[in-house]
Structures are given as C-alpha cells and as structure tokens.
C-alpha cells in the first residue's frame, strides 16, 4: 500500500494536527534480534520522543506470519519471507504511539531495499539486502489498525502519560 499520513482533527497552536495519539506497529525481523540491535531501534525510537505501549518477543507461527504479509501472497518472495519471519529467531513486536508515527516510523526505518535507504536511517545502518532488512514498519494508517490487532490482544496494550510527555507535544 502506497504511504499516507493520518493527520485529522485539531489543531495545535503552533498549526501542527494533534495526532499525539496515532500508533505503529514496529517489528524487529529475525535479523535485527539475532544481530542485536533491539537496544538501538527502542533507543531511536525513545529518544525522538514517542511512547513504547506495547512490546513482546515471539517465534510468530506460520498462520501469523502469512496474515502479517497477505497483500504480498501472490509475490514470488513471499514463501521465503514467511519462512525468513518464522525461521525460529524471536521477532521483537511492538507498538509505538505519537504525532505522526507512521510516517515518522517509515522515515527512520527506511525504505525497503536497504540500498536505497537513506545511510540514518536503521536500514540504511545495518543491512544491505531486501531479504533481510532488520524490521518492519506500518505503512499506513488501514495497515497499522490491521497489524496491531493482529499482533496484540488490546489488554496489552498500555495507557499512560509519560512525565516528559508536555516537554515533548505542544
Ligand atoms: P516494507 O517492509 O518496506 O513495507 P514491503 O511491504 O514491500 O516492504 O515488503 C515486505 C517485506 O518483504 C520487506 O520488508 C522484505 O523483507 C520483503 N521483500 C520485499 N521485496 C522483496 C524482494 N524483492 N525480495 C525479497 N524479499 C522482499
């Protein structure tokens, strides 16, 4: 699904939509737990001010890992990239919350072919080849509903204020 940007509602008074409140689902692939870059990724994420409300580690199943990529079924890749997912090496599933995270979260993934990515972004940083690209980022805001519903039950998913939280969102 191409990009967009879920930006509705009020505004703040410095013009910028209030969407403190839109949520990504941020995974880190086999190859990013196994290379140990978890710390990283949680790292960029915190310190750019958004909020971690929910994160587990799991082999994901078969039956998960297809629902996860079914718009790519028809795709030559796809069996490897279901087997890639599930090869038995935790995936680090989480959700990430603040203005503009889905877009945010695409830029500092960035873009799908580690080649083309930009050098600050995590791919762009850590790896060389599509197939093996450390994480995943929601593209949309449809994908995004789609995904953590997949991946978490919503009991797990935490509400809190962090303290920084006004330092942070105007
Ligand atoms: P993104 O993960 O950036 O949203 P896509 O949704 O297009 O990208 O693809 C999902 C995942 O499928 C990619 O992150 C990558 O792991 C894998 N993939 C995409 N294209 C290829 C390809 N040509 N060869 C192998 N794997 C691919």
């Not at 310190?47 to 199943?61: E, F, M």
């Not at 972004?121 to 690209?133: A, H, M, W």
């Amino acid at each position: 699904a191409a990009p967009s940007v879920h930006l509705e509602g009020p505004k703040t008074i410095a013009g910028e939509y209030k969407t403190s409140s839109e949520r990504s689902f941020i995974m880190i692939k086999p190859d990013g737990t196994s290379r140990q870059i978890v710390g990283d990724v949680i790292k960029r994420f915190e310190q750019r001010g958004y909020k971690l409300v929910a994160i587990k580690s799991l082999v994901p199943s078969q039956e998960l890992a297809k629902e996860h990529y079914i718009d790519l079924a028809s795709r030559p890749f796809y069996p490897a990239l279901v087997k890639y997912i599930t090869c038995g090496t935790p995936v680090i599933a989480m959700v990430w919350e603040g203005k503009d995270i889905i877009r945010q979260g695409r830029r500092m993934v960035g873009a799908t072919n580690p080649l083309e990515a930009d050098p600050g972004s995590i791919r762009g940083q850590y790896c060389i080849s599509v197939g093996r690209n450390i994480i995943h980022a929601s593209d949309a805001f449809d994908s995004a509903t789609k995904e953590i519903g997949l991946w978490f039950d919503p009991k797990e998913l935490a509400d809190y204020e962090p303290i920084a939280a006004p330092m942070i969102t105007a």
